[in-house]
């Protein structure tokens, strides 16, 4: 749904500098998606580590003209033709345009949060849900301050339901998230210990979280969990509840049975004085809880239990955490280094010994330091030794001070490190051997280079290249083009052997264009050594869907197959908005549309 400028500008309250009319179709807020520099309104956000305002010289250059930002840049007279938003935080603009966005649906939007789960219920609502509406939905995690207005922006005037995550870290934060999402259901996963350092209690916490349901319709929640169920009753809610039990039979949604076996799990349940049953091809708690969750909503929406019942059977895994990889010397790796909480702790240990087909396997735990547990140490820390003895781990392997000064309560084989370099230098994951590892730990012990040490990986041969004559060869082409014409270098197969990190490095040095390589792993490759340029993918695989869209890689696409099975992987990931390359048979007849189907195919990407 497009905007003006001007529209916006009185929007957002706005000091406007430019009079270039223009209409917004697209919000940015970092630089390396840009998609349409022409529709996009770029929000220069100041961040703790960063600030936006320094990305708008760049971001001009590639065709950018709309910015909201706090102050004037630079040279502001340069930019001839661009319109300047002027306002006092460009973070709350973003939320407020977001929240008058959403007042234009009259649709039934789902507001999820909770401190585990909040991405798997909303995926799974989607799976469950998508077959019957159109379904406008967070993509992928994008529950912030600032992933949130990000999301509800997506909505359009074919939507019929909206589904957002809303996350939070300290208090105060939900009260600038609800408005923008003003949920009509809501639905409250589970109460945890993250960010648990910034709130007085775990009370408030959930107090705080159940801000973002002070308008909905009918609230969804754990009846069993005592926690919860007081601080909804506290909240003073005129809301519907369904609180959904296990042990309570007066409960609108009562859960009668969970019969688990080796392939999935049976859930016997009455509602409203009918009994049925599911089937969820998952066996751990974590997604048994998620889709009690999704059950309760699907039957407020009137979905029949028969059509509940066949796409729980057929709910596809949500490739967030727990990447299980192959590691060197025979081991197996299970990577979680994303967070480290107690109750993820749990469920990670969980998946790793229902996993283990050889019971005799040894099983290791490589765990940090827990930041954020608002419990003091010693607690925490005998906690933790209680789970690692009940979950069978036969070797820790520990990392930071706090979790080393309490190596005396695990009474198993163990290894402590002030610190994760300390680790990686003393030569111990060399002699892991045969083994299950569970890699989990928070973001600043940077576990990923753990990950990277024992993953299985194929070495490529390195040359010495003169990267000077490089840029010559550049240059010279350069000088036979006129300024406007981009240019797209190849650099597949590690760049022909010449190393392909090096060699697309000098060319994002240079400014080109596009980076092009064979297959999706090759560009994967490159994000993970910081390329940012813009990346074409000229053979890209059915499989490797996800990857392009993780790492923003741009398919080249030459069928009408191709494109309705990218359609559909976009649809299952939640991605909208995502950059691809139409190849055209010129006349080689090896790759690419034919004329006459060009017309097919404009018809289709208008839809």
Known sequence: MSSTIEEIA????????????????????????????????????????????KYIPDLYQKGVRNFVVNEIPEAASSYIDANFLIVPNPLKSLQRLASKHREQFQVPVIGIT??????????????????DR??????????????????????????????FEAGISEMGEMEALRPIIQPTIGILTNIGGAHQENFSSVQDKCMEKLQL????????????????TSCVTKSLFTAREIAWSTKDSERPLFIEKILKDDTGTTIKYRYLGFFKEYRIPFIDDASIENSLNCLAVALYLMVPPETIAERMLHLEPIAMRLEVKEGKNGCTLINDSYNSDFASLDIALDFMMRRSEDKNRKRTLILSDMLESGQTSKLLYRQVADLVHSRKVDHIIGVG???????NRFEIQKDFFTNTSELLNSGLLNQLHNEDILIKGARVFHFDDITDALELKVHETILEINLNALVDNLNYYRNKLKPETKI??????????????????????QRVDYLAVAVADEGADLRKAGINSSIIIMNPEITAFKTMF??????EVYSFHLLEELIKAAER???????IHIKIDTGMHRLGFAPNEIPQLVQRLQK
């Not at 009918?218 to 069993?224: E, Q, R």
């Not at 990931?573 to 950059?579: A, K, L, R, T, Y």
């Open 114 to 131: 909770g401190s585990n789960g909040k991405t798997v219920v909303k995926e799974w609502l989607y799976q469950i849900l998508s077959p």
């Open 550 to 555: 993780d790492y923003r890689l741009e398919p």
């Open 401 to 407: 001070e706090e979790i080393s000064a309490a190596a």
């Open 10 to 53: 009185s929007i957002l309250g706005a000091q406007r500098i430019g009079t270039t009319s223009s209409t917004i179709d697209w919000i940015l807020t970092d630089s390396r998606s840009l998609c349409f520099p022409e529709e996009t309104l770029f929000f220069a956000l100041k961040t703790k580590r960063n600030d936006g305002h």
């Open 213 to 228: 349901f002070k308008d909905c319709d009918v609230i969804v929640y754990n009846g069993d969990n005592e926690l919860i």
């Open 573 to 579: 990931e939640g991605v909208s908005n995502f950059p």
């Open 134 to 163: 159109t379904i406008t939905r967070s993509p992928r995690s994008y529950n912030s301050q600032i992933g949130v207005p990000l999301s509800v922006w997506l909505m359009n005037e074919h939507t019929e339901l909206g589904i």
């Open 488 to 509: 797209v270098c190849m650099v597949k197969a590690s760049a022909y052997g010449a190393g392909s990190f090096e060699i697309a490095k000098t060319l994002e040095d």
